[in-house]
């Protein structure tokens, strides 16, 4: 594409649209222009068929005269050689034939011999041929399908005698210009953004795979208490939907966002959507196009949730538009795509889940400015930790901020009606923390954990052992002293490719900093082993399950 805007290899020719409809001179588009000139095409057809039409009538008109001649020739030749004057020729030809002036002057206007001559076959076959032509010119005078299956085969014809293949491309609406986006390389990025609403892209190369259990490489270089909250992997011309606390969506184009290094901290969002004051971002979600799936659901900290067509929010408004109508103390936590038989999975911070269809009947479309319904009730202190679509083969895949993970297949979460309590999703220790991620997996997979101080950690989901739901799981990550994990992602099929059997520690330089603070300041050191959490270790809360109807 660069090639094509900056040299001859291609060559743009704009066409004057200018034509004169009607006697005016108007400016048409393309599809005007082929309207008004099938229209003047038909109108040619008809006045050239009406045309051949009395052609044709006149001619079989005249052929009809001389049939009758021939059956009386005898007595029209006496009666012409008898008469003193043309007049007097005419009239009596036309009482002996029973014909008019026109056809009694066309026998008179014929020499004798060449009457005689006549061969009367001849002038039936023509006379038959030409009531055939007569037939046929009325019915296409009387049919505009007719009209238009001639302006094909005429233009057929055109095409077989004079066309060649053609060298140039029609382009609609084009001004000669490429598009930025025709002119960036569709590439995998990372895309973070900070909780202080610092946002970047960078290349997928610069995080490579590490086991489970490993402290991670630098993700972003943060200031202050600002820490990593987002983080996935998308392509440069996917959209990114930008949905707010307060209810609100943006979007823009993933290249739009600054490219930057691993450890850089990017640019603020306000630099690229105008963002309301108190707004920040609360869930992204990157999409190729607006007909990636039928439906969005949406999902509240409080439990609400609401199914809308994804085209529905196709806008090019700054602003943003409404995403959904939030009650108070209530904010957005999970955007999912979904299909009508999608199942959905909501998983709560202290660790209780429901499952159910997102069928029509259960959860109805509704449109942008609306609340939702129940999806999910809470016990004291609780509220949703995360939402996503339940797969085939698929497991889900929690983290608590200690570094603990478990994976446990979706066949052991059985489908309930929305709007119950639900059901745990594994035992609890406090000591491990209140879960801080919640993902629908693919053993393939691979997930990334984000810890507040920035580092990233990046394993295949297939280290963790799948276990019943009713277990405590294993470690996963080891955040430092006074470091938790805040974030996890998937990771699945984008291509970061390279496992590496050693795991590496990189300190977190901050701009607020001591010595150590510098950007490029680093050390390395070995991780321990990753040690499973028996079943039984511990007295764990036993498990309980809570059932509830729709609302």
């Given amino acids: 594409n660069n090639l094509y805007k900056h040299t001859d290899l291609q060559s743009n020719f704009s066409a004057n649209m200018l034509a004169i409809v009607d006697g005016v001179p108007r400016t048409l588009s393309l599809d005007a222009f082929i309207r008004h000139w099938v229209t003047h095409q038909m109108d040619v057809i008809a006045r050239r068929t009406r045309y051949r039409l009395r052609k044709a009538e006149e001619e079989a008109h005249i052929l009809r005269a001389l049939l009758k001649a021939l059956d009386a020739l005898d007595e029209v030749i006496a009666l012409i050689r008898a008469s003193n004057t043309t007049e007097a020729a005419r009239d009596g030809l036309m009482e002996l034939l029973d014909i008019d002036e026109l056809q009694a002057r066309a026998i008179l206007d014929m020499q004798l011999r060449r009457l005689a001559a006549l061969e009367r076959q001849k002038i039936q076959d023509r006379h038959t041929e030409l009531e055939a032509l007569i037939a046929e010119y009325n019915s296409i005078l009387a049919s505009e399908e007719r009209q238009r299956g001639i302006i094909s085969t005429e233009l057929a014809e055109i095409v077989a005698k004079h066309g060649d293949d053609r060298r140039t491309k029609i382009l609609m609406g084009f001004d000669g210009d490429m598009s930025m986006e025709d002119l960036i390389p569709e ?150 795509l979904v299909s009508e038989t999608d199942d959905l999975m909501l998983v709560s911070r202290m660790g209780q889940s429901i499952r159910f269809t997102a069928t029509d009947d259960a959860l109805r479309p509704m449109g942008r400015a609306t609340s939702g319904v129940t999806g999910m009730k809470f016990r004291e202190d609780d509220e949703l930790l995360a939402a996503d679509v339940v797969t085939d083969g698929s497991f889900v895949f929690i983290v608590t901020e200690g570094g603990y993970a478990k994976r446990t297949a979706v066949e052991e979460y059985r489908l309930q009606g929305r709007g119950g309590l639900g059901i745990k999703v594994g035992k609890y220790q406090e000591e491990r923390g209140h879960l801080v991620g919640a993902l629908i997996v693919q053993e393939e997979d691979e997930v990334l954990v984000v810890m507040e101080g920035g580092k990233v950690v990046r394993s295949s989901v297939a280290g963790v052992p799948a276990k019943g739901r009713d277990t405590m799981g294993v470690i996963f990550a080891k955040p430092d002293k006074n470091d938790r994990i805040i974030e996890v992602a998937r990771n699945s099929e984008r291509g970061l490719e390279g496992d590496e059997s050693e795991d590496d520690d990189v300190t977190l330089a901050e701009e607020a900093g001591s010595p150590e603070g510098s950007a490029g300041s680093a050390s390395t050191a070995e991780t321990s082993p990753a040690v499973e959490s028996e079943d039984a270790s511990g007295d764990a809360e036993p498990n309980e399950d809570y059932t509830g109807g729709n609302e």
Avoid at 251 to 265: M, T
Avoid at 278 to 305: M, N
Avoid at 317 to 326: E, F
């Fill in 187 to 336: 590439e995998e990025m990372v895309v973070t953004i900070t909780r202080g609403g610092y946002v970047k892209r960078t290349r997928s190369d610069n995080y490579r795979s590490q086991q489970r259990g490993g402290k991670g490489i630098k993700g972003a270089q943060l200031r202050g208490d600002d820490v990593v909250e987002h983080f996935f992997v998308t392509t440069t011309h996917h959209w990114l939907l930008f949905f707010t606390n307060l209810g609100r969506v943006y979007r823009a184009k993933a290249y739009e966002l600054v490219e930057a290094g691993r450890d850089a901290k990017g640019q603020h969002v306000a630099n690229l959507m105008a963002f309301q004051p108190d707004e920040h971002i609360a869930q992204v979600l990157d999409i190729r196009d607006y007909q990636q799936a039928p439906y969005l659901v949406l999902a509240t900290k409080r439990g609400l949730v609401k199914k809308t067509r994804l085209e529905d929010y196709d806008t090019n408004r700054s602003a943003g538009v409404i995403a959904i109508n939030l009650r108070d103390e209530d904010e957005l936590v999970s955007a999912q």
